[in-house]
């Protein structure tokens, strides 16, 4: 009987180990990354992360595409935990208020709606395409050697592949920053579609 507990607690725990499909969802955040390098029109797929957690919360009113399928917490946790890249420190206390993050998804969304707006005055010619990814809002980078692929679309198509993949890179690093600084998944206290969704789901709740 002892032999057969210790299968059976064995087998639980090896159950309890076994991985999913969707936790190898940080090769698709790793993969986007790669892509945008040297093709800049693979960012338009990073629309994905932004409408997907969007649906679930409207439809679901949960936040399980960050609990669960989230690829781009998963990457953080990959290199916090497993590398050990973390310090595993808690975050400051006003990452997590509601003003510093409404704040930052204010912030975050104004820059958004600038990059729209850019494409398109791309759209309309009154600007011409500018072929730089801008991370953190400032350092701008040539990313020269990646638009050949730009030629066979419209200007405002590559515009908006190159501000999209900007604000990705951009959250990526930010992300990375606060993996290093603290716990591996610190980005997601702070992560302005983490804090949409949350909204959202607090009033489809309180609607029901």
């Known amino acids: 009987m002892s032999g057969e507990r210790d299968y059976n607690d064995g087998e639980g725990e090896r159950m309890k180990k076994q991985k999913k499909w969707y936790d190898y969802l940080w090769i698709v955040s790793a993969a986007y990354l790669i892509l ?10 990073g629309l994905l992360c932004f409408f997907i957690p969007l649906i ?3 439809v679901k009113g949960n936040k399980s595409y960050c609990n669960r399928y989230c690829g781009r917490g998963q990457l953080f946790e990959l290199l916090g935990t497993r590398f050990k890249l973390s310090r595993g420190k808690d975050v400051p206390k006003f990452l997590k208020q ?11 969304m104004v820059m958004f709606f600038n990059m729209l707006f850019a494409t398109y005055l791309v759209f309309a010619d009154a600007s011409g395409l500018r072929e730089v990814v801008t991370l953190l809002w400032t350092f701008r980078l040539p990313w020269h050697f990646a638009a050949g692929s730009t030629a066979a679309v419209a200007p405002w198509v590559a515009q908006f592949a190159f501000g999209f993949y900007s604000v990705m890179l951009t959250s990526t690093v930010l992300g990375l920053i606060t993996m290093l600084l603290y716990k591996p998944r610190s980005w997601c206290v702070y992560c302005p579609m983490g804090t949409m969704t949350q909204g959202i789901c607090q009033l489809k709740n309180r609607g029901s």
């Open 56 to 58: 679930i919360a409207i």
């Open 36 to 45: 945008g390098f040297f093709n800049i029109l693979f960012a338009w797929l």
């Open 98 to 108: 509601k003003w510093f993050r409404y704040g930052f998804l204010t912030f975050f």
